[in-house]
């Protein structure tokens, strides 16, 4: 099983851009796929999910901001991100979890990371 992040770079303030996971190796369409995140120094926090069925939720800081969408023909999910902020600066993980809601400690699969930074 592969997870293949793209997407990441360099941004300024209020800018946008979109990252992309796509899973190889197996169907994920009856899993929970999401996106967590690593400032340097700092833990790997959650960030979002999306369930097999569509059910979604956000880490607080996030909401109004990102958003988070999958295409299962595509066993692919998305985060598209707007009016980005300095503190989004870190490397964003995408993980793919069996389990609803999707916790870190529960993560199944792990992609590398893509770094996204957030210039002031």
């Known amino acids: 099983v592969q997870l293949q992040a793209s997407g990441g770079g360099l941004v300024q303030a209020g800018g946008s851009l979109r990252l992309s996971c796509a899973a190889s190796?197996?169907?994920?369409?009856?899993?929970?796929m999401g996106w967590f995140r690593q400032a340097p120094g700092k833990e790997r926090e959650f960030v979002a999910a999306?369930?097999?069925?569509?059910?979604?939720y956000y880490v607080d800081s996030v909401k109004g901001r990102f958003t988070i969408s999958r295409d299962n023909a595509k066993n692919t999910v998305y985060l598209q991100m707007n009016s980005l902020k300095p503190e989004d600066t870190a490397v964003y993980y995408c993980?793919?979890?069996?389990?609803?809601?999707?916790?870190?400690?529960?993560?199944?699969?792990w992609g590398k990371g893509t770094l996204v930074t957030v210039s002031s």
């Open positions: 190796g197996r169907t994920f369409s009856t899993y929970t």
């Open positions: 999306i369930s097999w069925s569509g059910g979604i």
């Open positions: 993980a793919v979890d069996r389990d609803w809601p999707m916790r870190r400690s529960g993560v199944n699969y």
